[in-house]
């Protein structure tokens, strides 16, 4: 089944105590799993990546390698339409690092980061503290609960899957030397369906998963594909869950489409703008203290129409710029490099696929080991497996 060819990640999975059934499928014996893998027909379209029949337009476009120049900047927004500022960020006790003026010299070499004292505002709008990207990379298991076909969220119970993301945590804990490695499920929660209706999952089973999830200090990622609808419309759907201390919120263009699996579906800059003020706002509105992050997807030059003009200074809501797409490590690489390229979205993130038995889904073949990922330039603060 999963990480077959994928030895080295043995030791640490039986280090974090899984269950024989869970450790037999990484050591390779995926027998005890075809029968019910056989079984799985009904779920939805958007399950694998490219079914038979996709059009030749699906998969990712070749990503621009780093000596390339980004495509030609749109024309300038009309008056009132929001930019990226060009000073340096604002974020709300975060650190320098991560503001778009010194973007470009971190790559290059360590960061000016302030001291705990310089890095904690105190305000009376509850946002007090650092955000948990500021000491930390996260690594997080993607999917939906109710669907194998989907990620590997849908193959364990959650359980399991906090066991198996410790032997990830070790191995990315050794890789990453002093920065800390915190998990997280990334729960899809509206699945595009064809003619961009939206199926959503149970907000029981969401909060299921939130609660179990706090009490082993795990985030959750509450992940939105958009359909047929507007972007705000999608995340004022979402809004609700911020009040619990570990989510955090997600949208993939991708599935911006009426299309799924035919198409690739595209938001705009002023719409992914508007998404952080939405949320902003509503921080502010509900007094729900923190910053809380938004993870947007990328993998080819549609999905963020304009994305120079995205802005990533906004104090409550960190902006996470993630490389989506499977493919060989030469791909995932020249992905990843076209994503760095949008210095004004300088947190950025790394989605990587599993090899699956879903006939049809996409994968990384071979798999980029830890090392591999966060020696990606920039570094990536967010790891996500599907």
Not at 84 to 106: D, K, N, Q, V
Not at 109 to 135: K, R
Not at 268 to 278: F, G, H, P, Y
Not at 353 to 359: A, D, L, R
């Amino acid at each position: 089944m999963r990480w077959k060819s994928h030895a080295p990640y043995i030791f640490a999975l039986a280090l974090a105590g899984l269950s024989g059934g869970v450790l037999a499928a990484v050591a390779g014996d995926s027998a005890a799993f075809a029968s019910d893998s056989a079984t799985v027909t009904s779920d939805s379209a958007a399950a694998s990546r490219i079914p038979a029949g996709a059009s030749a337009e699906y998969p990712p476009t070749r990503a621009l390698p780093p000596s390339e120049s980004l495509p030609p900047a749109s024309p300038l927004p009309p008056s009132g339409v929001l930019s990226p500022t060009t000073s340096p960020a604002p974020y709300r006790g975060f650190p320098a690092l991560f503001a778009p003026g010194t973007a470009a010299a971190a790559a290059r070499g360590p960061a000016d980061i302030p001291d705990e004292e310089g890095l904690l505002h105190h305000g009376e709008d509850g946002s007090d503290g650092i955000p948990i990207l500021a000491n930390n990379i996260i690594l997080a298991f993607y999917g939906q609960p109710n669907s194998k076909r989907m990620g590997i969220l849908g193959e364990y119970s959650k359980e399991d899957l906090a066991r198996l993301l410790k032997g990830y945590q070790k191995l990315y804990e050794d890789a990453a030397g002093d920065t800390g490695v915190v998990d997280a499920y990334y729960l899809i929660y509206g699945t595009c369906w064809p003619g961009g209706e939206i199926g959503y999952l149970k907000d029981s089973v969401v909060k299921d998963y939130i609660d179990y999830a706090a009490e082993q200090g795990m985030l959750v990622f509450i992940d939105q594909q958009i359909g047929k609808y507007p972007v705000a419309d999608a995340v004022k759907r979402l809004l609700p869950f911020l009040k619990y201390p570990n989510v955090h919120l997600a949208l993939d263009p991708e599935w911006r489409t009426t299309s799924p699996m035919k198409e690739v579906g595209t938001i705009s800059a002023d719409e992914l703008n508007t998404a952080q003020s939405i949320i902003e706002d509503y921080l502010d509105s509900q007094h729900i203290p923190g910053v809380k992050m938004l993870v947007v997807h990328q993998f080819n030059m549609r999905m963020i129409e304009g994305r120079e003009k995205v802005r990533a200074n906004f104090e409550r809501v960190l902006l996470v710029h993630t490389a989506d797409g499977f493919g060989p490590p030469a791909l995932k690489r020249s992905t990843y490099a076209y994503n760095a390229l949008a210095s004004n979205m300088p947190i950025k993130g790394f989605k990587l696929f599993f090899k699956t038995t879903v006939p049809g889904a996409g994968y990384d073949d071979p798999l980029l080991k830890p090392e591999e990922v966060l020696a990606l330039n920039p570094e990536p603060r967010i790891v996500i497996y599907q």
